[in-house]
């Protein structure tokens, strides 16, 4: 159990469909990252720790597979979270509806609200990890976990999406401190993405300091003009922190 994870879950949550309806996307975004970082919040690393093992031990091992596995297993017998209070709704591998092809890891969705949630994750913890969430840019791939909200591949319909961040591996110095120089580094001054004067906001989900939003510009192919997407990021470090 992490105590110092904060958490800040509706005590009361409206029952009428036009209540429902009128409900802004900032209420439900932070009811849905509430339970994410109440996850965080519940799960030892022991319990993480056991199953990379595990999965290390297959001839084909996914850690990153596992443990969103996982994640996903805790929000299917959270009764709260669905049919008995909130009635959200988990869908995993969920197409995209943008022009390119892209698959969420998965996606948080209630019947009353007219947007979504999108999650992309990735494992962090080295620096080819770092690359494969913030930018790949190479003359086989241009890809990476965050570049995928900015081209018309994740949350083409709307202005925000998230990203959770696993830390697998000893590092010496916080992987949130190394992300957000790399983040910076890339999308400061990078036309696709590019970071608004916002540039990121440590802290930003219930002060707590596993996550952080960037602001960034990009070029809408619906709209056909610029447009402002915020990325919520929470990062869980299963190997640094007790």
């Known amino acids: 159990m992490r105590k110092f994870v904060k958490v800040e879950t509706s ?3 409206p029952q009428s469909i036009p209540e429902l309806r009128e409900l802004s996307d900032k209420y439900w975004k932070e009811e849905i990252l509430s339970y994410i970082l109440q996850y965080y919040k519940e799960t030892d690393n022991k319990i993480i720790e056991d199953l990379i093992q595990k999965e290390r031990l297959k001839p084909k091992a996914d850690i990153e597979f596992a443990i969103k596995k996982h994640i996903k297993n805790w929000f299917r017998k959270n009764k709260e979270f669905g049919v008995d209070k909130f009635g959200f709704i988990l869908n995993d591998e969920v197409g995209n509806e943008g022009t390119k092809k892209g698959f969420y890891d998965f996606k948080i969705e209630h019947s009353y609200w007219k947007s979504y949630f999108p999650f992309e994750c990735k494992n962090l913890g080295t620096n080819d ?13 241009t890809d990476g976990g965050m570049y995928r909200y900015f081209i ?3 949350a083409a319909n ?5 990203l959770i961040g696993f830390v697998i591996h000893k590092t010496e110095r916080t992987v949130i401190e190394q992300l957000i120089e790399k983040i910076t580094s890339v999308y400061k001054s ?10 990121v906001i440590r802290n ?4 707590n300091s596993n996550t952080f939003n960037s ?15 915020v990325l919520h990021h929470v990062i869980m470090d299963f190997v640094n922190d007790a």
């Open 152 to 154: 018309d591949k994740y």
């Open 129 to 141: 990890l770092l690359n494969e969430y913030v930018f790949v840019g190479t003359k086989d791939r």
């Open 158 to 162: 709307q202005n925000f999406g998230g």
């Open 11 to 13: 005590e009361s949550f």
């Open 204 to 207: 930003s989900i219930f002060n």
């Open 190 to 199: 990078k036309t696709i993405g590019q970071l608004l004067d916002e540039m």
């Open 215 to 229: 602001h960034h510009f990009r070029q809408s192919p619906i709209a056909n003009a610029t447009e402002k997407v």
